[in-house]
């Protein structure tokens, strides 16, 4: 498929413990975002790759969270010792840098937290 | 900090009519504007955008409109669908970086 992928879909995890989440962009995109959506509330910004560059760490919420992207292509955001505030939708966006700015969605990781 | 609002949260329209769904915002460095269209356990999917230097973009049944001195958009669905039925989100960024989202509207398209 050509759009953006993220793993797994569903994420049950016990409070305290560590979460990988997984996200494929687009081919060629090299921007990459990461959003996340709580029940109830809007979509978050949490962090942006751009290329190279040192990412925008600006929209993670502590210090439990963190992101990386090996190769400019997949990128991985890990939550340290989860809370039940972190149950939320986690969404991977990318983009092609150039004229057209559109973020691309992939479907969300969904995590509950127990 | 909300920089982008839809105040209405949500819309009932009849099949065959227009929807009409506004956004304000209040960031005047945004420079691109997006609408995003949502069902249950999807992700977000991409409608229509515009950029800044322009204040309308028409593609098939959906239309948005930029007004840069109100700092207002909308977006135009004619005629509405059933399979319109979903929650649309107004996004803006400034220089290709994150998306400030609203808080998004539900659209209802009825019989």
């Known amino acids: 498929g050509a759009g953006v992928s993220q793993s797994p879909s569903n994420k049950v995890t016990e409070k305290g413990k560590d979460v990988e989440l997984r996200c494929d962009p687009i081919s060629g995109h090299t921007a990459l975002y990461w959003y996340r959506q709580s029940l109830g509330q809007g979509l978050e910004f949490l962090i942006y790759?751009?290329?190279?560059?040192?990412?925008?760490k600006s929209g993670l919420p502590s210090d439990r969270f963190s992101a990386e992207r090996t190769g400019g292509s997949v990128s991985t955001l890990t939550i340290q010792r989860t809370q039940q505030e972190d149950s939320a939708v986690y969404l991977c966006a990318s983009r092609f840098t150039g004229a057209v700015e559109t973020q691309y969605f992939g479907p969300g990781t969904r995590l509950l937290v127990l | 900090d909300q920089q982008v609002k839809q105040n209405s949260p949500s819309l009932s329209v009849q099949e065959g009519r227009i929807s009409i769904l506004n956004c304000d915002y209040t960031n005047s460095m945004f420079d691109y504007f997006l609408w995003y269209k949502k069902y249950p356990a999807e992700g977000p999917t991409f409608l229509i955008s515009?950029?800044?230097?322009?204040d309308k973009n028409e593609d098939g049944r959906f239309t948005v409109f930029l007004n840069k001195s109100a700092k207002h958009l909308s977006l135009h669905i004619v005629p509405s669908q059933p399979g319109d039925s979903a929650v649309y989100f107004c996004?803006?960024?400034?220089?290709?970086?994150?998306?400030?989202f609203g808080a998004g509207t539900q659209v209802v398209v009825t019989p």
């Open positions: 515009i950029s800044s230097i322009k």
């Open positions: 996004a803006a960024s400034a220089a290709g970086g994150k998306l400030q």
């Open positions: 790759f751009q290329g190279n560059s040192a990412p925008d």
